[in-house]
């Protein structure tokens, strides 16, 4: 069974910072391009970073410079370090991952990210 289960969000104030985790099981970690997407209330669910299983990167131009996705195959595990956050970034942020061969695609359930001003 494919679980992907973020941890990390929060409430923070402008300025600040928030890393989120999303620990992967049930998959072959290492051969899955892994990403970060939001849906902020009433808004469509928009791709925040994608990393592949060779380490390129991809992030939407609303938070190059400020967001950095990594992964570490030895844990199963990718990140979202989110700094000089943004009343924007507020939404839930969920974790997906793709079979970069099979084009399986898994979600996580999300965790909440809530930036005050």
């Known amino acids: 069974q494919v679980q992907l289960v973020e941890s990390g969000g929060g409430l923070v104030q402008t300025g600040g910072s928030l890393r989120l985790s999303c620990a992967a099981s049930?998959?072959?970690?290492?051969?899955?391009?892994m990403a970060w997407y939001r849906q902020a209330l009433g808004k469509q669910r928009e791709m925040v970073a994608t990393?592949?299983?060779?380490?390129?990167?991809n992030y939407a131009d609303s938070v190059k410079g400020r967001f950095t996705i990594s992964r570490d195959n030895a844990k199963n595990t990718v990140y979202l370090q989110m700094n000089s956050l943004k009343p924007e970034d507020t939404a839930v942020y969920y974790c997906n991952a793709v079979h970069e061969e099979l084009g399986h695609v898994y979600w996580g359930q999300g965790t909440q990210v809530i930036v005050s001003s």
């Open positions: 049930g998959i072959i970690f290492s051969i899955n391009a």
């Open positions: 990393i592949t299983s060779g380490g390129s990167t």
